[in-house]
């Protein structure tokens, strides 16, 4: 995986870079003190994987995230706990907080590199429109698509619900988002991608996915969903 790492503090830079020679699967491509550079870096180079402090004096890390149109995955590093909820608005992969060993580290960037795995799976199961594979605490269960009604957000976890069962997978709704075909599936909240072929009816403010009342987020819109 190539990273990157974002931190105004020289000392946070050297750590992270020593710590990520620890972990095989990272390259650490750059280190960046100033947020811009490392912008003008993204839009040139592939990243695979962002760690990234929140608060940085011309722009926080949330903030840039919100201006990189394809962000990679991230792992925040932070000496502050109070944006911990919010990062998981930006489907973080995990939330480090300074001063933090290396075990813990490395078990961020663990979970870092699952992701990405199931994300190259991910785009390669698209070629499957009938069914996906689904972890499931040790299981990989097979879940056909069509009974699949809508997905929620729980935590650390995504939820399938599906016509007989619900199947709780340790993901980020991004990583959800990216193994179902755009033209059957789509995202209308933060928390939530419901089956198009489901829906009973809607309106600006929610869609009933077969009973299920389900809110539609303020960033997103019914012409964008092409229901």
Same mark, same amino acid.
């Not at 994987?49 to 608060?55: N, Q, T």
């Not at 290396?102 to 960037?109: I, M, S, V």
């Given at each position: 995986?190539?990273a990157?790492?974002?931190?105004?503090?020289?000392?946070?830079?050297?750590i992270?870079?020593?710590?990520?020679?620890?972990?095989?699967?990272?390259?650490?491509?750059?280190?960046?003190?100033?947020?811009?550079?490392?912008?003008?870096?993204?839009?040139?180079?592939?990243i695979?994987?962002?760690?990234?402090d929140?608060?940085?004096? %011309?722009?926080? /890390?949330?903030?840039?995230?919100?201006?990189?149109?394809?962000?990679?995955?991230?792992?925040?590093?932070?000496?502050?706990?109070?944006?911990?909820?919010q990062?998981?608005?930006?489907d973080?992969?995990?939330y480090?907080?300074?001063?933090? &060993?290396?075990?813990r580290?490395?078990?961020?960037?663990?979970?870092?590199?699952?992701?990405?795995k199931?994300?190259?799976?991910?785009?390669?199961?698209?070629s499957?429109?009938?069914?996906?594979?689904?972890?499931?605490?040790?299981?990989?269960?097979?879940?056909?698509?069509?009974?699949?009604?809508?997905?929620?957000? /729980?935590g650390?976890?995504?939820v399938?619900? +599906?016509? +007989?069962?619900?199947?709780?997978?340790?993901? +980020?709704?991004?990583?959800?988002?990216? +193994?179902?075909p755009?033209?059957?599936?789509?995202?209308?909240?933060?928390?939530?991608?419901? &089956?198009?072929?489901?829906?009973d009816?809607? %309106?600006?403010?929610?869609?009933?996915?077969? /009973?299920?009342?389900?809110?539609? /987020?303020?960033?997103?819109?019914?012409?964008?969903?092409?229901?």
């Amino acid at each position: 995986m190539n990273a990157i790492v974002i931190d105004d503090e020289p000392k946070a830079l050297d750590i992270v870079r020593v710590f990520a020679e620890k972990a095989s699967f990272i390259k650490v491509q750059g280190t960046f003190q100033d947020a811009f550079e490392a912008l003008d870096y993204m839009q040139k180079e592939p990243i695979d994987l962002l760690f990234l402090d929140i608060k940085m004096p %011309d722009i926080s /890390g949330l903030e840039f995230l919100k201006i990189v149109s394809t962000p990679p995955l991230v792992i925040f590093t932070t000496a502050y706990s109070e944006h911990a909820v919010q990062s998981y608005d930006f489907d973080a992969v995990d939330y480090l907080l300074k001063p933090f &060993a290396l075990a813990r580290f490395l078990k961020a960037c663990t979970k870092a590199h699952d992701a990405f795995k199931l994300r190259l799976t991910s785009v390669a199961s698209l070629s499957n429109t009938e069914s996906i594979f689904v972890k499931n605490g040790y299981e990989q269960i097979r879940v056909q698509l069509d009974d699949i009604l809508y997905l929620e957000a /729980g935590g650390n976890y995504v939820v399938f619900i +599906t016509k +007989t069962q619900k199947i709780a997978s340790r993901m +980020t709704m991004s990583e959800a988002e990216k +193994t179902l075909p755009t033209e059957r599936f789509a995202r209308i909240h933060r928390s939530y991608i419901i &089956a198009k072929d489901k829906v009973d009816r809607y %309106d600006r403010y929610e869609v009933c996915v077969s /009973g299920h009342l389900i809110p539609i /987020g303020a960033n997103y819109t019914l012409d964008t969903l092409a229901i």
